[in-house]
């Protein structure tokens, strides 16, 4: 059974770590990202974090439920610093396309974090807050309720899809990463016509675009098809 967390006032630290820092939740969650840098998904347990932060292993459970908790923390931290950089302008769809390119480029800041997180549903403040963000655009531009939560379904799944997508590609060893993205421009430029028709007629576009994210291209496709509802549907009242 989950350790019972109690809040950050009653279990703060007293004393400093080994290397000079008082323990937070915002300590443990900015150390937690550099481990997933250097180390990976994989890479990050209580040993290697209490390590970092220069504190017993065990000091990590004082702030949190345990290592899912801490990992839910972290996608929080990311939705937040996408929303953090980000304010309304007033044009829903402007301003759910800059929402969603801060989204995923907050993701892609923290790769291996990403692919940690991108999937899970923290709960948390700055997450709930993304959310109630994206519905207020959607509900402000004039959908009703049932097409407004389709729409934020569409949008968020899409969003945190390519982040994990793309995450995927940053986070592999460098060598690997520039295999597949060199592989458009060598083995696929290379396929005759005779066999690939397609292919090779269309070879210098795909070596030329697909190392770079879909992502933008079909948030404009999510975006039109807003717009074509609102065009189509009655004001909201």
Known sequence: MPKKVVPEEARRRRRPTRQGAVLSEA????TAL?????????GLT??????ALGADPSAVY????GMDDLARAIGNELMGRALDGWAAD?????????????????YLAHPQAAVLTASRVSGRPREIAVDEA???LLRGAGLEDRAAVRFYHAFIDLTLAFAALDAGSLA??????????????????????ATHPNIAATADRLAARMPH?????????????????????????
Do not use: K, N
């Open 34 to 42: 550099r481990v997933l840098r250097e180390h990976g998904a994989g």
């Open 213 to 237: 994210s879909a992502y933008p291209v079909v948030l404009d496709t999510l975006l039109d098809a807003i717009a074509a509802e609102l065009a189509g549907a009655p004001a909201a009242g």
């Open 62 to 65: 004082r702030y949190f439920g």
């Open 46 to 51: 209580a040993r290697r974090l209490g390590a």
């Open 134 to 136: 994206i519905l207020g």
């Open 172 to 193: 592999l060893p460098e060598e690997a990463r520039r295999a597949d993205e060199d592989m458009w421009g060598s083995l696929y430029a290379r396929l005759p016509a």
């Open 27 to 30: 300590l443990i969650v900015e």
């Open 90 to 106: 007033g044009d829903w769809r402007g301003d759910l396309r800059s929402l969603g390119l801060a989204l995923h480029s907050s």
